[in-house]
């Protein structure tokens, strides 16, 4: 019999996973005559009583497992800790905040059983959402489509299932700097979507504020584009462009024209140059910390316990 593996990354989920557990449980339940599954809960460093919560769960039922991490390492690290760990023949990936529905992973079944290797969940509507968040999200993904040569799936998150071989793959990936959802786009294979209404929020607050919003947004460019860096050389290009026809000018009106000195055009020039100077290397800046901190290689989680994975191992 086949296995699936479902990986919860969860941070501070006290007020959902009753409710998260019962909509998982209940989903599989229709499939267990055809796949075996397994339910990997990924702590990432919560301060309320998840981790409580996700080892009375584990104790009483064996296809549980807990990975705990000794901090919080982020979302996207408490993914991959999850696929790491897993044994499926395909995995699937939810938040617990259920506003994805667990239900959804019966139609990725599905697909998967046509032969797809990747099924990920395309939002039709998001319901319970900022016409800020609705906004910024819309046009993310536009952008970095055209900042990209790797074409990222519109109005998707990273709800997906991934059959092993694809997996893999991925897992093969162990860069610091983690966007899933594009580094699965990155590796092929036959893929497709699904779509859902992303509902609202059961409880809790979200865990993707604005700063980390932007963090991730930078992340997804700097990783998969070098259009930043393209664009610091063209803004070179035409600042010395524009230095040589000051020059030009300069010295046309000290030698032919009415020369009045003075500071106005001086402090343009210098205030003009030195803000582009600055931006440029802020651009190279992020990419060489970002080579500095993947050099040091440090592993992407540390993990303080684990339950459920002694029989496995």
């Known amino acids: 019999m086949q296995l699936i593996s479902i990986i919860v990354p969860c941070y501070n989920e006290e007020a959902v996973f009753a ?128 900042l990209s040569a790797v074409e990222i799936p519109l109005d998707t998150g990273d709800f997906r299932l991934m059959d092993r071989k694809a997996l893999d793959q991925f897992l093969n990936m162990r860069e610091t700097y983690r966007f899933v959802r594009g580094m699965v786009a990155w590796i092929g294979f036959n893929q497709t979507f699904v779509e859902y209404d992303r509902e609202i929020r059961f409880a809790g607050t979200t865990k993707y504020p604005l700063k980390k919003m932007l963090n991730l947004a930078s992340d997804a460019i700097l990783a998969f584009s070098n259009v930043p860096l393209k664009i610091a050389t063209w803004l070179g290009f035409a600042t010395s462009l524009a230095a040589f026809l000051g020059i030009l000018y300069a010295l046309y009106s000290r030698f032919f024209g009415d020369y009045e000195p003075g500071w106005t055009t001086l402090m343009l020039a210098v205030l003009m140059i030195g803000g ?26 540390i993990i303080q316990d684990k339950v459920g994975f002694e029989a496995s191992e």
């Not at 905040?97 to 099924?119: A, C």
Request: charged share 25%.
């Open 19 to 146: 409710t998260t557990m019962q909509r998982l449980t209940e989903a599989m339940a229709s499939v267990k005559d055809s796949y075996a599954n397994e339910i990997i809960f990924v702590n990432d460093g919560s301060t309320d009583n998840t981790l409580q919560l996700l080892k009375e769960a584990a104790a009483k039922d064996s296809s549980i497992k807990v990975i705990s991490f000794s901090r919080n390492f982020g979302h996207q690290v408490a993914i991959t800790a999850g696929l790491d760990h897993c044994k499926g023949d395909a995995a699937v990936v939810i938040d617990a905040d259920l506003q994805d529905p667990p239900r959804v992973i019966l139609e990725f079944i599905k697909k998967w059983e046509e032969g797809f290797d990747v099924v990920y969940g395309k939002r039709k509507q998001r319901d319970g959402e900022s016409h800020f968040k609705l906004i910024t999200a819309k046009y993310f993904y536009r952008i970095i489509n055209r």
């Open 276 to 301: 582009i100077i600055l931006m440029v290397l802020g651009i190279i800046g992020s990419y060489i910390g970002r080579i500095y901190n993947e050099v040091k290689g440090r592993p992407l989680y």
